[in-house]
């Protein structure tokens, strides 16, 4: 029975996605989650856009859609972190979502919340068949290792 409640959970969370997205909606919807949400560390994102399968990957690793929203909702203090979205970044075409990004992160380590400035470019990929997202990948400016070594401790 597992195996029938995981395919009609699958099959139902396909019937809420937007498929066939026009670009300027898509853009829409992606601004309004970097800005309003701050998905990039409150893992508010708008679930219609993205593909069940979708895989999420920064510099350090590669999740799946559900474990990543865990992830990310646990790792950072959001209301000590920040996104912008770099103006005039945006570019949507069929194949892809990219835009830049700088954010303030600060992590859930209780009593030292270390945090850091960080920036870069996020592509996403979209399915030429569906419009939806099936790719999110951040590539950030600075190294892991400097990000780590410029931590700052106690938020703001």
């Known amino acids: 029975s597992s195996i029938f409640s995981a395919a009609a959970a ?31 560390v409150r893992a508010d994102l708008t679930r219609s856009v993205y ?43 069929d194949q892809e979502a990219t835009f830049l990004f700088s954010e303030i992160l600060t992590f859930n380590i209780p009593f030292l919340l270390p945090r850091c400035n960080l920036s870069g470019r996020v ?9 939806l997202i099936t790719s999110y990948r951040e590539k950030w400016d600075q190294d892991v290792s400097t990000v780590l070594l410029n931590l700052k401790y106690g938020a703001k």
């Not at 396909?14 to 949400?37: H, W």
């Not at 592509?123 to 419009?131: L, S, V």
């Open 10 to 40: 699958a099959a139902a969370a396909m019937t809420d996605k937007k498929i066939g997205i026009s670009n300027e909606e898509l853009a829409q919807i992606i601004t309004s989650d970097v800005r309003d949400n701050q998905f990039m």
């Open 51 to 93: 593909d069940e399968s979708a895989t999420f990957t920064d510099e350090i690793d590669t999740y799946q859609l559900d474990p990543w929203i865990r992830g990310t909702k646990r790792l950072f203090v959001a209301d000590k972190s920040m996104v912008e979205l770099v103006p005039d970044t945006l570019k949507v075409t």
């Open 123 to 131: 592509i996403m990929t979209r399915d030429p068949r569906t419009g």
